[in-house]
Each structure stands twice: as C-alpha cells, then as structure tokens.
C-alpha cells in the first residue's frame, strides 16, 4: 500500500493539469490532443519549474490501458460492413498513400542516418491521418457533407486497418529481428486467420448471449461485461502471439456488429476519455525540448514530407480510383497530417526497445504542426485545385475527367463472379472454422484423452469421434453446399461449356475437405489406417446424414446471419416511420412545400423541460413540431397526449421540417440519436385518409372526431383546396374531400380509412 499514496497525487497532478489546458485549448478552438500532450509535457521530468510526476511505472501502465480503451472504442466505432461500403475507391486510395509514405518514410529515415528500425517505425508512424482531428476540421468548416467527405472518411476506416495489421508486422520484426518474406507471410496468414475465426465466433455468441440477457443487462451491467469482454479478449490476442491493441480493437469491432453498440459506445466514452487522457499526457512527459531542438531538422523535413508527400499519395490514390481532379485534390489536402496513431506506434518502438528516444519528440513535433495547418489545408484546397488547372494542360485535365466518367460506371455483376464469390465464401469460412477445430482437438482435446485413457486406439478413436461430431456440418459444407441457386443453375443450364468449369470447381472444393480430413486423421492414426478405415468410415457417414448435417448447418447459418445483421435490421426498423413519411409527403413535386422527416432524439437528463407535459411546452404551436412518440425503456407510447410527460433518456420521435428542426434543436438541446431497442417501430406509419361517407368525419372538429383515440395517432397536416395546413387547429371543422394525413398505428388508421 505504500505506493497508493504517490499513485493518488501522480494521478492528481496528471489530471488537474490536463483540466486546465484542455479548458485552454476548448477557448482557442485546437485539439485537446494537443492539450493533454502538453499537460504532459508541464508534469513531465524535463520541465523542472513545475511540479513533477513521481511515480512514472504506474502512470505508464495506466497509459498502456488507455491505449487498450482507445483502439477498444476505434473498433466500436468501425464495422466490417462499413469496410466493405467505404468501395473500391476509398481502399485503393489507402493502399496507394499507405504504401507511398511508408516507403518513403522508411527511405527519409535512412537519408537521415537513422537505424533501420527506427526508419521503419517511422514509416508506420505516417501511415495514418488523424480522424479526430479531420472530423473536428470538416465540422468547423461545414464541409462533412460533400461528396468528398464520404472518400476521406472511408480511407480513413481502411487506414486503421491497415495500421493496426502494420503493428503487429513491426512488433513481429521488432522481436525477430528478421525480414524473411516467408515469416511475414505466415504472420499476415496467422493474422488474418485468427482474425476471421473471432469475428465468425464472436458474431455466432456474442449477440445472442445479449439478447439472452437484455431484460438483466442495465447500463451498469453492460459496461461491465463490455470492459470483461474487451480485457479478456486482450489477453487471448497475447496468449497467441499477437498485441493487446489488436485484442482490443478485434472485440470492439465484434460488439460494433451487434444492436447494443451504440449504447456501449455511449457508456465507455468516459472510461476511454479518462484513460485516454493519461494516455497522451505520458505521451507528453516524453518530450525532451533538448531533443526536439537538436532534431529540428528531421521534424522539418518529416513535415514537409506529410504535407506534400500524403497530399500527393492521397490525391494520385484518389485520381487512380475514379475520382475526379477537383475531388481528388480536396481529398488529399483533408489527409495532411498524422494523428494518435502515430504515437501509439512510436510508444510500441519504445515499449519493445527497438527505436531510439527521439523519435518520439519527432512525432510529437510533427504531429503538432501539421495539426494546425490541417484547417486551412482544407480550407484552400479549392483555390489549390485552381492553380492546378492553369498548371496543367488541358488534354490532361479532359483525359483526367473522361477516366473518372469512365470508372464510375455501374456495370452488372456476371454469374460467374457471384458463384465464384460464393465459393470462396464457403471454402474461406467453414475453412477457417475446421482448421480451429483441428487445433483445438490436436492441441487440447486429444492430449486431454491421451493422459487419462491408456489405451492409444481407444483414446484416439474417442478423440476422433468428437472432433468429427462437431465438424462434420461444416465438413458438409464445404464438400456440398450449394452456391448461388439462381446463378449456379443459370450457367449450368444455359451455357454448356461453363459444366466444365463447375465441375473443376465442385472437384477442388471436395478435394480440399478430403485433405483437411486426411490430415486430421493422420494426426490420430497411422497412414494405413487414416486412408483404409477412417476416411471411408467419414465419407459413408457423411453421405449417410447428409440431410440432417444439411438442417442443422443452415440453422446455425441462419443464426449467424440473423446475429450479423441485427443491427442493421434494428437500425432499418427504426428508420421506418422517417422513410414512410418522406415517401407519403414527397411522392410528386406538388408535395415539396411539406418538407417534414421525423428525427429520434433523446431527452438529455439535465434538461429544463424534464417532468412537464405537452401541454405546458406548447411546442406544436410555437416551432410546429409534432411528436409522434415516445419511447421509454421497453414502453411506446404512439401519439402521446397533451398530458404526457418527458422524463430523461425519453426517445422522441419528432416531426418536422428542416427549418422547424433547426430552430427546435436548441430548445430541446440534445443530440440526434438512434435507439436500438427491440419496440416495434414499423408501426408507427403516416397514412392519408380522405373525408367521405364512409368515415364519417364530416361536420367533426379535429379534436371531438375521435381520431387520436381511434387511431392512436396524431393528425399532422390537411389538405383542402389545393390548400395546405400544417399542425391543423383543434377546432377546425372537416370538410367533404379533405385529405387528412395522420401519424399512428398502421392497422387502426387503415380501420379508420375502410370503414
């Protein structure tokens, strides 16, 4: 206990500082990784005038979980659905900077003098742009929404990736001290191995265990399984070789899939935002000025060579891709700098021993300055693209604008490029998941049986017996499963001479099960016994039960599926009432003046309208938005009355226009926000009705018409005359023909409307 003392008064100094030049930094409207950096650098040992952290191990391991919880939330932020809609355009332009700054940082390193080491961690340094710092940028500049917004954020999802892959190559290298192409290769196919057999496995439990408990999971609950499952996933991803960050990283990316994402993300920002904090402030307490001034010259240059170097990359990786020059331009001036990555890198250098000390205050320098001119690199980025066109001539520019007309092109995707997808998709996944099983009963299983049957046949008949029990549907997979019905039967069909590419490709993948089996059986058996008993024992069993390995494999395909695309679906369900409305109020041009979506938005527990009704907030009559629901806890409420109260975390759903919204926004003071409980929103739908014999409603006011409580719905808007009336008054009377847009239960207001 005698450290807990200098631990407290590290972690008070640490924090009390980074407060104030946060605050700082919030009033001149700069990074607060900026801010906690030179917090550090205040407590740090290099500035003797100020007070002076003690205790540097401590504050070292609590930097190491922060990095944990950084990567952690980066991964909840990522999916690997977003990876694979950021398109082609987006990867090519990463691949093409990524490549293109590491190689010539790695050459920079060496022109400078440094150690090859040092030069390479350089490279990986450079590999990624900060997408704090962009996001912060683009919302300064209101630019988040143009076209070339979405490319600079899907390079951004695909450099991540690549970092994280690019550190555990460098921690590989660093440790081995060796550059065999066939030891990379086999940590990039261990890598990506292990990678897609979490990601399968994590998709098939995870989501269904929170689904399981989601009527036990409370918010306290939920980020305690959450920061569980992401520390225990840390010391699975170290147990096989790889780093803590990936660990980190893999089960935020696994949870970003499931339909509790958002609101894990929501509940570890502040564990995240706290260690992170300490994180970047260690960061800061290695800045030595004595070093940055003797490296002056190097951060000049690593500057200068991310300013042009990621600029250019970027832009000729966008040119390449389809974009077109003005895009292009603007996508590489919004990429020019580096970002926390860059110190998470050069701190793995340090933690291994194989960088030397300055390389991180050259990061730090380097990181700083091109973090201010980020701003005005977007902010110039048009009059940039016009220098270029008087620059250039003017047959490149035609040729330039006639390639991206032509790569941008959406051609249809051939039979034989979906039935060959599919394929690979069989073999990769049951692939992946009989190679786990294989390990797992070589490694485990059977040394398990070995040390507690004496008997070598009888134990390795029993191990046999298991490992194929659980691998035999998957074993049917790959050797039976069709692929695409509708395309395999159009080219089998159709076209004659495509039998006989089929059938190389049906042989292959049955040739691939019976080795995998043949291997796994050897591994048990002698070679004799493998090919003259087991395997035939195999195969007849397969083909015996085909049908049911058959069923119980597209259950558990089924089950995957359903995991995989839950919160998308969740996201989808709740997205609906927004996408009816907008349907029934724009179908035809005559309908633009109605402008109204309807926006989810949660009640912030410290607002002032908390525990008031409807009725007392008036906000119908004063922005003339309508609420369509409230959603509290499991609870719906459709159409809420004017005695209904807000309570806090409340959702809301709230229609309007854009011009009511941006005046209603402030009031209501809260973000928008999706809520992905599993209420049936689908329901709630806006439907029109038109007054005639049948209704009924002619001669009622709006209020004594009864259809609030008929339909359980809000009535939004009519139409008389050509005549358009938004929010009607309670007291207007109904008239023959007039068309009554109302917001409610599906099923009741087509009651309503047939009867």
Same mark, same amino acid.
Request: glycine share 8%; with cysteine; charged share 20%.
């Given at each position: ?294 490296? %002056? ?59 030397? +000390? ?310 209501? +003071? ?12 689908? +329901? ?61 239960? %599906? ?9």
């Amino acid at each position: 206990m005698g450290h807990l003392p200098k631990l407290i008064e590290d972690l008070a100094l640490i924090l009390i500082v980074a407060a104030v030049t946060t605050l700082l930094f919030r009033r001149i409207k700069q990074p607060l990784v900026l801010g906690y950096i030179i917090a550090g650098f205040l407590v740090g040992p290099h500035l003797s005038i100020t007070p002076t952290v003690v205790d540097t191990t401590n504050v070292k391991t609590l930097a190491e979980i922060g990095v944990i919880f950084l990567l952690f939330s980066l991964g909840l932020e990522f999916s690997f659905k977003k990876l694979m809609r950021v398109g082609g355009s987006a990867s090519i332009t990463a691949f093409v900077e990524i490549i293109f700054i590491c190689t010539t940082g790695y050459f920079a390193g060496q022109w400078m003098g440094w150690s090859v080491m040092d030069s390479l961690f350089l490279g990986g340094m450079l590999a990624s742009s900060s997408t704090t710092i962009i996001i912060k940028a683009f919302d300064e500049l209101g630019v988040k929404t143009k076209q070339y917004a979405r490319v600079v954020f899907g390079v951004l999802v695909v450099e991540d990736i690549v970092v994280i892959l690019l550190m555990v190559l460098l921690s590989t290298v660093a440790v081995t001290k060796q550059f065999e192409g066939t030891e990379m290769l086999f940590t990039v196919g261990k890598l990506l191995f292990f990678l897609m057999l979490w990601f399968i496995a994590g998709i098939f439990l995870l989501p269904s265990l929170l689904k399981k408990a989601k009527n036990l999971l409370d918010e306290e609950t939920l980020l305690i399984l959450a920061i569980g499952l992401c520390l225990g996933m840390v010391v699975i991803a170290t147990q096989v070789g790889f780093s803590a960050e990936l660990g980190a990283f893999i089960m935020g990316s696994i949870l970003a899939e499931t339909t509790k994402a958002e609101k894990v993300e929501h509940l570890i920002k502040p564990v995240k935002d706290l260690f992170g904090a300490i994180f970047f402030v260690s960061v800061g307490m290695l800045i030595d000025p004595l070093t940055i001034m003797e490296y %002056r010259w190097p951060v000049l240059w690593i500057t200068l060579l991310v300013l042009f170097g990621k600029f250019f990359s970027t832009a000729a990786g966008a040119l390449l891709s389809g974009q077109p020059l003005k895009q292009s331009v603007q996508v590489g001036m919004s990429m020019a700098q580096i970002g926390e990555f860059a110190f998470i890198v050069a701190s793995l250098g340090l933690s291994l021993g194989v960088t030397s +000390d300055f390389l991180f205050p050259v990061a730090v320098g380097t990181s700083a300055i091109t973090t201010f001119t980020t701003p005005y690199m977007i902010r110039f980025s048009p009059k940039v693209y016009e220098g270029i066109l008087k620059i250039l001539p003017e047959k490149w520019i035609i040729n330039l604008n006639n390639y991206a007309s032509s790569t941008q092109n959406i051609q249809a995707e051939s039979n034989w490029k979906k039935v060959f997808r599919s394929y690979l998709n069989i073999a990769v996944s049951n692939g992946i998941i009989l190679l786990a099983l294989m390990l797992l009963s070589i490694n485990f299983l059977q040394p398990f049986l070995d040390q507690n049957i004496e008997n070598d046949i009888l134990s390795s008949s029993i191990g046999l017996l298991i490992s194929f029990g659980a691998a035999a549907p998957f074993i049917w997979a790959l050797i039976a499963k069709r692929p695409g019905k509708l395309g395999y039967k159009e080219l089998w069909l159709d076209k004659e001479y495509s039998r006989g590419p089929l059938l190389v490709l049906e042989i292959a993948r049955v040739i691939i099960g019976l080795l995998i089996m043949g291997f796994w059986v050897n591994k048990l058996f002698s070679a004799m016994v493998a090919i003259l008993i087991a395997m035939p024992l195999i195969v007849v069993v397969l083909m015996l039960f085909s049908q049911r390995l058959q069923r119980f494999y597209q259950r558990l395909e089924g089950r995957f599926l359903s995991n995989f695309n839950a919160r998308e679906i969740a996201e989808e369900e709740n997205a609906y009432s927004e996408k009816i409305l907008r349907k029934h109020f724009k179908p035809e041009s005559e309908l633009v003046p109605w402008e109204a979506h309807m926006v989810d938005m949660q009640v912030d527990q410290n607002a002032d309208f908390i525990g008031k009704n409807l009725e007392e907030l008036a906000w119908r009559e004063k922005y003339g938005v309508n609420i369509a629901y409230i959603k509290r806890g499991d609870k719906l409420i459709y159409a809420p009355s004017r005695f209904n109260k807000l309570l806090p975390f409340d959702h809301v759903g709230i229609i309007s226009t854009d011009e009511q919204m941006q005046q209603f926004k402030p009031v209501f +003071d809260a973000t928008e926000a999706i809520d992905t409980g599993e209420y049936d929103v689908e +329901d709630i739908v806006v439907q029109k009705i038109v007054v005639d014999e049948h209704n009924k409603l002619k001669g009622h006011t709006v209020r004594n018409s009864g259809i609030r409580e008929r339909t359980n719905g809000l009535i939004i808007g009519i139409e008389r005359n050509q005549e358009r009336i938004l929010n009607p008054n309670s007291q207007m009377v109904f008239e023959w023909g007039d068309i009554v847009w109302i917001v409610g239960e %599906r099923k009741k207001i087509q009651q309503l409307n047939a009867t």
